[in-house]
């Protein structure tokens, strides 16, 4: 499962305050997901914060009148805007003037996540946990960091941890979800979105996700209803759209996927996803150009993204172009080893090239990666291939 980033409800102060406005799109669904705490007690609009009436020319003098709590406060406010880099600046002043602020050392393990250092987001996020052992965000972002680094274990036991202490967060369970995902525990990520639901019937992304663990545990009735249902919640999200087209590209109905996927493009333009499936979608109506102008797009937008190139290789073979589909499936198995198909096009490839040994080896490592992965199609296909090879 992909982790999203465009939502718009996010946690500044879990327990009093919501909705962050004007943080970047990329940034959106993290923050959701860490949990951004900050002190106030009553919620504050930004704009009502008041600080220290100070003179330019005074900086020293407004940082010795200004309390930890003031730097706190500002920290946050730069947190909203994005402005990371300041932000930590502000929280390492908060933690000088008070060493044992837990909520300064959350919020700059945030910031620190958010400009990518996930190591130094941990050690902050362990900080707070010494400070206090019953800080239920900081479980959850720490679980959130380890999450990204992909130690699932330790993931899952913060979760766990943040969940005993809140047990009616709905942040927490859709975290475990997404563990529950990764791990291929279908059954378990959809109890947690379930949980989700019940604790909040509006909450957009649990359809969204408890969708996308339907569809991948192929009940898709109940996956396009979920998907139906985040759409009709929100309109303005672009992933309900894409797997919703995925959908109904899975059922050959092809001018209804196409439909989708021009919606989350519309909503979405660097949606890599969206033009990687219409190509898909116009690659099974013929339209071979079309499909490679949609596959070129996803690689500009995303350049490692493997499934893209494999695509675009596989419409190059059918039109003949050897060298290009070579090259472009050579190019998905180097980002993904472990990619299947993209075996399975270069060893048909390999044939038209007269490399009869070298597809065989392609061939066989379709079938060994193919009954690995459970694709028992693909598997019997690549078999069939070799077979026909060594006659």
Same mark, same amino acid.
């Given at each position: 499962?992909?982790?999203?980033?465009?939502?718009?409800?996010?946690?500044?102060?879990?327990?009093?305050?919501?909705?962050?406005?004007?943080?970047?799109?990329?940034?959106?669904?993290?923050?959701?997901?860490?949990?951004?705490?900050?002190?106030?007690?009553?919620?504050?609009?930004?704009?009502?914060?008041?600080?220290? $009436?100070?003179?330019?020319?005074?900086?020293?003098?407004?940082? @010795?009148?200004?309390?930890?709590?003031?730097?706190? /406060?500002?920290?946050?406010?730069? !947190?909203?805007?994005?402005?990371?880099?300041?932000?930590?600046?502000?929280? +390492?002043?908060?933690?000088?003037?008070?060493?044992? !602020?837990?909520?300064?050392?959350?919020?700059?393990?945030?910031?620190?996540?958010?400009?990518? +250092?996930?190591?130094?987001?941990?050690?902050?996020?362990?900080?707070?946990?010494?400070?206090?052992?019953?800080?239920?965000? @900081?479980? +959850?972002?720490?679980?959130?960091? /380890?999450?990204?680094?992909?130690?699932?274990?330790?993931?899952?036991?913060?979760?766990?941890?943040?969940?005993?202490?809140?047990?009616?967060?709905?942040?927490?369970?859709?975290?475990?979800?997404?563990?529950?995902?990764?791990?291929?525990?279908?059954?378990? @990520?959809?109890?947690?979105?379930?949980?989700?639901?019940?604790?909040?019937?509006?909450?957009?992304?649990?359809?969204?996700?408890?969708?996308?663990?339907?569809?991948?545990?192929?009940?898709?009735?109940?996956?396009?209803?979920?998907?139906?249902? #985040?759409?009709?919640?929100?309109?303005?999200?672009?992933?309900?759209?894409?797997? $919703?087209?995925?959908?109904?590209?899975?059922?050959?109905?092809?001018?209804?996927?196409?439909?989708?996927?021009?919606?989350?493009?519309?909503?979405?333009?660097?949606?890599?996803?969206?033009?990687?499936?219409?190509?898909?979608?116009?690659?099974?109506?013929?339209?071979?150009?079309?499909?490679?102008?949609?596959?070129?797009? @996803?690689?500009?937008?995303?350049?490692?993204? #493997?499934?893209?190139?494999?695509? $675009?290789?596989?419409?190059?073979?059918?039109?003949?172009?050897?060298?290009? #589909?070579?090259?472009?499936?050579?190019?998905?198995?180097?980002?993904?080893?472990?990619?299947?198909?993209?075996?399975?096009? $270069?060893?048909?490839?390999?044939?038209?090239?007269?490399?009869?040994?070298?597809?065989?080896?392609?061939?066989?490592?379709?079938?060994?990666?193919?009954?690995?992965?459970?694709?028992?199609?693909?598997?019997?296909?690549?078999?069939?291939?070799?077979?026909?090879?060594?006659?």
């Amino acid at each position: 499962m992909h982790i999203k980033l465009n939502y718009l409800k996010q946690v500044l102060d879990y327990e009093n305050r919501q909705n962050i406005v004007g943080i970047p799109d990329i940034i959106r669904r993290t923050i959701y997901l860490l949990g951004l705490s900050a002190i106030f007690i009553n919620p504050v609009a930004a704009s009502e914060v008041q600080f220290p $009436r100070t003179s330019l020319t005074t900086a020293e003098s407004f940082i @010795a009148q200004t309390t930890a709590e003031d730097f706190l /406060r500002r920290g946050v406010q730069k !947190l909203e805007t994005g402005d990371f880099r300041e932000a930590i600046e502000d929280f +390492n002043q908060a933690i000088e003037l008070n060493p044992n !602020l837990a909520k300064a050392y959350n919020n700059r393990g945030v910031s620190y996540f958010s400009i990518g +250092n996930i190591n130094r987001a941990i050690a902050d996020f362990n900080r707070t946990l010494e400070i206090n052992p019953n800080y239920a965000m @900081a479980y +959850n972002s720490r679980g959130f960091a /380890r999450l990204q680094q992909g130690n699932l274990q330790q993931a899952l036991s913060d979760f766990n941890q943040a969940i005993e202490l809140k047990p009616n967060n709905t942040l927490f369970y859709q975290n475990r979800a997404s563990v529950h995902l990764t791990q291929r525990n279908i059954q378990g @990520a959809i109890s947690d979105l379930n949980r989700v639901i019940q604790l909040d019937p509006n909450n957009v992304q649990a359809y969204a996700d408890r969708g996308v663990a339907r569809l991948q545990q192929g009940d898709i009735q109940q996956a396009l209803s979920d998907f139906n249902q #985040a759409i009709e919640l929100d309109s303005d999200l672009a992933m309900p759209y894409n797997n $919703r087209g995925l959908i109904y590209l899975q059922q050959g109905e092809l001018q209804e996927a196409i439909a989708n996927f021009n919606q989350a493009i519309e909503l979405n333009a660097n949606l890599f996803l969206a033009y990687n499936n219409r190509g898909s979608a116009l690659l099974e109506q013929g339209k071979l150009q079309e499909a490679i102008a949609d596959f070129n797009q @996803a690689i500009k937008i995303n350049p490692n993204y #493997a499934q893209a190139y494999s695509n $675009r290789g596989f419409v190059h073979l059918q039109q003949g172009n050897i060298q290009q #589909a070579l090259t472009d499936l050579n190019q998905a198995i180097e980002i993904n080893p472990n990619y299947t198909s993209a075996y399975y096009s $270069r060893g048909l490839t390999r044939i038209q090239l007269g490399k009869k040994e070298e597809a065989i080896a392609d061939f066989q490592k379709a079938a060994d990666l193919s009954r690995q992965q459970g694709d028992m199609t693909l598997y019997q296909l690549s078999l069939d291939q070799i077979q026909m090879l060594q006659q």
